[in-house]
């Protein structure tokens, strides 16, 4: 009986100290787990509140770079009334909204970012507002659109659609030599030959084929603001010196060409503009001894040799004039002048001779060739003989002064034609081609 007893003690406390210990362990395991559990869900809150404080300092914080073409951007377009906030030089939100209000007052589409004919546009017409005077501010009084009307009657005499406002009649001012603001010569890339007398790297010195490295971009930028300065573009009446009218149709032209070909980039399918970019980039190691021997060889030699060239090209003269329209305009756009002038050397080789004005405007300043002013003048001889042919005007076809203006311009600075050195240029490859629906 006692034995039975005991039996039963045991195995009661048996029972009682193994639950307990299972229990026990139980509660430690819930204990370390509620432990980690909270160690983690604290550090995740902890991340979490770190992430989001290094998303507000990205989103609220974040610098911009300032640049002086953003400052231009801005200046210019708080003047017209869109309002882009402090000019600081930082393109962000607030002048991406004044950007599509340009947009959309001149009725271009709406992104929020400047093409680059949108911000020429934009920027000379405010350099030009500056030096119009009391002029400009009759201008601003008599238009329903106050200031920003300016943009309006601007962009309508660069397409030639409007005449030029003249002075009030009942203001008398002498008229002033326009030499005194002109600085053609600097613009016109003269060192073009003092940087071939002394090459840099030991090679030999090459005083004909190389043109100047100057910025086309920056060249015309300055034309722009003396242009502005002098009242307006020069006119056959008030023409002093030919070097200041010509140099202002060859920026003009340059306009024209980038606005053409983004025009024709809109239509193209499949391709962002950065690589049409980059495909139009494969014009200049093909045309870059074409475009050296513009200073070097005749007229008529050089398209002999372009012509060979199209001939092996293996592209249809369609496929080859469509892209050279498109790279005409990503060259002077990229400041890429073998691209640019190999472009418009095509387009004139294929036929269209309105765009042999483009290779005198090239000899005749210095930009991608050498400067040979003797040698553009059968250029744009060639040019103006297309147009009086029935040929439609490429650029700014709504000033039908432009001809004439350019053929007294070039007739004052040539100075004839001589036999020249030859050279014999590479066969090109690679050329990129783009289809473009009409």
Avoid at 193 to 222: E, K, M, R, Y
Avoid at 249 to 266: D, G, K, W
Wanted: hydrophobic share 40%; charged share 15%; glycine share 12%.
């Amino acid at each position: 009986m006692f034995l039975k007893v005991m039996t039963g003690v045991v195995l009661g406390l048996s029972l009682a100290v193994i639950p307990a210990e299972r229990v026990e362990a139980d509660a430690g395991d819930f204990i370390a787990g509620a432990i980690i559990g909270g160690i983690v869900g604290a550090n995740a809150k902890k991340q979490r509140s770190s992430n989001q404080r290094t998303y507000r300092k990205k989103t609220y914080r974040s610098a911009l770079p300032s640049t002086q073409e953003g400052k231009n951007i801005q200046a210019s377009l708080n003047y017209f009334g869109f309002n882009a906030g402090a000019v600081d030089g930082q393109l962000g939100r607030k002048t991406r909204n004044a950007v599509s209000q340009y947009q959309a007052y001149l009725g271009y589409p709406v992104t929020g970012q400047l093409s680059a004919f949108e911000q020429n546009l934009l920027i000379s017409s405010y350099n030009r507002a500056q030096a119009g005077g009391y002029a400009v501010q009759q201008q601003v009084a008599s238009n329903p659109d106050g200031t920003r009307g300016l943009l309006k009657t601007y962009r309508a005499e660069m397409a030639g659609t409007t005449p030029a406002p003249q002075p009030p009649t009942t203001i008398v001012v002498a008229p002033q030599p326009q030499q005194t603001v002109t600085a053609s010569t600097p613009l016109a890339g003269a060192t073009g030959l003092a940087s071939a007398v002394a090459p840099s790297d030991g090679a030999l010195p090459n005083f004909l084929g190389g043109g100047s490295q100057a910025s086309l971009a920056s060249h015309c930028n300055t034309v722009s603001l003396i242009t502005n300065t002098n009242g307006g573009f020069t006119t056959l009446t008030s023409m002093s010196d030919p070097n200041v009218a010509l140099n202002e149709q060859f920026c003009l032209a340059r306009t024209y060409a980038i606005a053409n070909s983004e025009e024709l980039v809109s239509q193209i399918q499949g391709f962002t503009p950065d690589q049409i970019a980059q495909q139009c980039a494969g014009f200049g190691p093909a045309m870059k001894d074409h475009v050296a021997a513009l200073s070097l060889k005749s007229r008529d030699a050089v398209v002999a040799d372009v012509s060979s060239f199209v001939l092996g090209s293996g592209m249809s003269p369609a496929q080859l004039a469509g892209t050279a329209r498109i790279c005409l305009g990503v060259g002077y756009r990229i400041d890429n002048m073998d691209v640019a002038v190999g472009s418009a050397l095509l387009l004139y080789t294929l036929g269209e001779g309105v765009y042999g004005e483009l290779m005198g405007h090239h000899l005749n300043a210095g930009f991608g060739t050498a400067k040979r002013p003797d040698m553009s003048k059968s250029w744009y001889e060639a040019s103006l003989s297309a147009i009086d042919a029935g040929a439609p005007a490429v650029f700014a076809p709504g000033q039908p002064e432009r001809t004439a203006l350019i053929r007294a311009a070039a007739t004052g600075t040539g100075v004839g034609m001589g036999s020249q050195p030859t050279i014999q240029p590479a066969a090109g490859t690679g050329l990129p081609t783009f289809s473009v629906s009409e």
